[in-house]
């Protein structure tokens, strides 16, 4: 069967070439129809926030021509290097983005760095419109002492590790403590812990008989001989300021192998404080409130006890250094301080008391957020928020320019929260081209950027290409009972492409 865009785009041109109805009013599509040029837009990132943006584009308007640019020689950003290996269900809106990278008016260009191999200004030259959903590929750095000390890792190299990103694949994290510290308490930092935690017997199952996961191989080498067994998930608020949500927090509580460790102490006078709280927020304490100070059914008590492994929440902990061991040559604990609220409900601030503690242990992993980068001088960008100045998608100043999820907004919210805002700056755009506020000359569009790109000895790839090493991952993964085994060598991808590293 034709892939839906393909299918839809045929409906659209046969019902452009219907007549109107006498008297009646063009259609938005109609009065797109009524340009000389298609217009060309280009998509620079290809994750969730430039597919869902393209897939906007090319539905809401017939004619348009969407290229989407991406740095990595392979599609799909975060759901690829960031969803956690045994969420492969959160992976499946890979299939509506290939159904939109096959359609004939869509062109994806892997292996091409914009701000280094091509101008934001050279593609605004070659384009009607330009949209920035590059996302955010950097961390927030802790910015204590000892930050630097071997041991310390972000969560977000961590989880490009064991995901396969190739810029991670060389990390070689140590685990041969027996204590994990994660900072921050977010949907990343459970990922981060449940990985951890994940008995080595049980990644096998898993591996060899649900083939739930994508986990690379080298990885999974390294899980094996962990010595891991605590896991400590710190945050400088309480149990009601925690930004991970309930299904992770339940993943976590009901990981084979392990027990939860929480105090008692840090849920006192929440049972009335929730009442008043949105109910999401209310169900997710409840859950924390339960565990930490209910005694367990015998069935689950009887599972505890045969536990190898620990994690626990400390709330009210603020990193203030990472400390080394006597010959200073790795990380050997944290020194927290202790903290209290300032304020109510989820705005409250974490103060200090002057109080702190220092927790033991070799591995530690911050879990603080993500931030975006600026990509070229010619783009305004708000480096202490981390975003592209915009009004609903429209790059403050600088007509043309557009940008969608996270280097829009920052980064939060999940995959969903991102189709919406992208399909809101593709809508913002549209608009802008019905209005005439874009160029209505023509433009080159790819053309001049190829020309471009060959000129400085850039060779893009296309999205057929990424099928090939795509056919070529899954083939190596069936041997090991996996749905797939991750490339993470950019110059063999060349070479397994015919092309020279």
Avoid at 100 to 115: E, H, I, K, L, M
């Amino acid at each position: 069967m034709a892939p839906r865009c393909w299918r839809w785009w045929h409906w659209s041109a046969w019902r452009r070439t219907r007549p109107p109805p006498a008297g009646s009013t063009p259609s938005f599509q109609q009065q797109f129809s009524t340009q000389e040029q298609p217009p060309q837009i280009c998509v620079v990132g290809s994750g969730p926030a430039g597919f869902y943006t393209a897939q906007h584009l090319l539905k809401h308007h017939p004619r348009a021509h969407v290229d989407i640019y991406e740095k990595q020689l392979v599609p799909f950003g975060l759901v690829r290097f960031g969803v956690a290996p045994d969420h492969p269900e959160v992976k499946n809106v890979i299939n509506t983005f290939t159904q939109t990278a096959r359609s004939d008016r869509c062109a994806f260009r892997g292996n091409v760095a914009v701000g280094r191999d091509v101008a934001v200004s050279e593609l605004r030259a070659a384009y009607h419109a330009v949209v920035l959903s590059y996302g955010a590929e950097d961390h927030q750095a802790l910015e204590i002492p000892g930050e630097e000390l071997p041991g310390v890792f972000s969560a977000r190299a961590f989880v490009g590790w064991y995901n396969g990103l190739p810029e991670n694949r060389e990390l070689a994290p140590d685990l041969s403590c027996d204590t994990a510290v994660i900072l921050g308490q977010g949907n990343v930092a459970l990922d981060v812990a449940r990985i951890l935690l994940t008995p080595p017997e049980h990644l096998e199952v898993t591996l060899l008989l649900c083939q739930k996961t994508d986990i690379t191989e080298a990885a999974l080498g390294v899980l094996r001989q962990s010595r891991v067994k605590t896991v400590w998930i710190v945050g400088r608020r309480g149990p009601l300021q925690v930004a991970f949500t309930i299904k992770e927090l339940r993943e976590m509580i009901q990981l084979p192998g392990t027990r939860p460790i929480l105090d008692p102490a840090d849920f006192l006078g929440l049972q009335d404080t929730i009442k008043e709280v949105p109910r999401p927020r209310k169900r997710l304490t409840e859950l924390l409130l339960r565990t930490a100070t209910e005694k367990p059914g015998v069935e689950e008590a009887a599972r505890q006890a045969l536990a190898s492994r620990t994690w626990g929440l400390r709330f009210f902990r603020s990193p203030q250094r990472v400390l080394p061991s006597p010959d200073g040559r790795r990380v050997a604990g944290v020194r927290l301080a202790v903290t209290r609220l300032e304020g109510v409900g989820e705005a409250a601030r974490a103060a200090p008391t002057g109080d702190t503690e220092d927790l033991p242990c070799g591995l530690v992993l911050s879990s603080v957020g993500y931030k975006s980068r600026p990509i070229d001088p010619s783009v305004p960008f708000d480096p202490k928020l981390g975003v592209i100045p915009n009004m609903e998608g429209r790059v403050i100043d600088v007509p043309g320019l557009y940008c969608s999820g996270w280097v829009k907004r920052g980064p939060t919210g999940v995959i969903a929260t991102t189709m919406t805002d992208s399909f809101l700056t593709g809508q913002m755009l549209l608009q802008d081209l019905k209005a005439g506020l874009l160029p209505s000359g023509p433009r080159p569009g790819s053309a001049a950027i190829e020309a471009l790109l060959s000129s400085r000895g850039v060779r893009p790839v296309s999205f057929s290409d990424w099928e090939k090493l795509d056919a070529e991952e899954v083939s190596r993964g069936k041997g090991a009972g996996k749905p797939r085994e991750k490339l993470l060598d950019p110059q063999e991808m060349l070479r397994l492409l015919g092309r020279r590293a």
